[in-house]
């Protein structure tokens, strides 16, 4: 799923910045619950937006899925 979310977030991150204020909100990534799932964990300031600092640490955390 890890892989799924950061494919998602950073092929739609332009289109989910709405306001093109440069980062992302959880109200702008709502309509999208695996995205709004991990909206969270990628805040990393808790301010309430994701912004590319932000989305490219959180992308640095995820693990790729494992393999049998």
Known sequence: ????????????SPELDTDKDGAISKSEVSADKRLAEHFDQADADHDGK????????FFAT???????
């Open 1 to 12: 799923m890890a892989l799924v979310v950061r494919r998602k977030l950073k092929a739609s």
């Open 50 to 57: 994701v912004n590319a600092t932000e989305l490219k640490a």
């Open 62 to 68: 995820m693990k790729p899925p494992e393999r049998p």
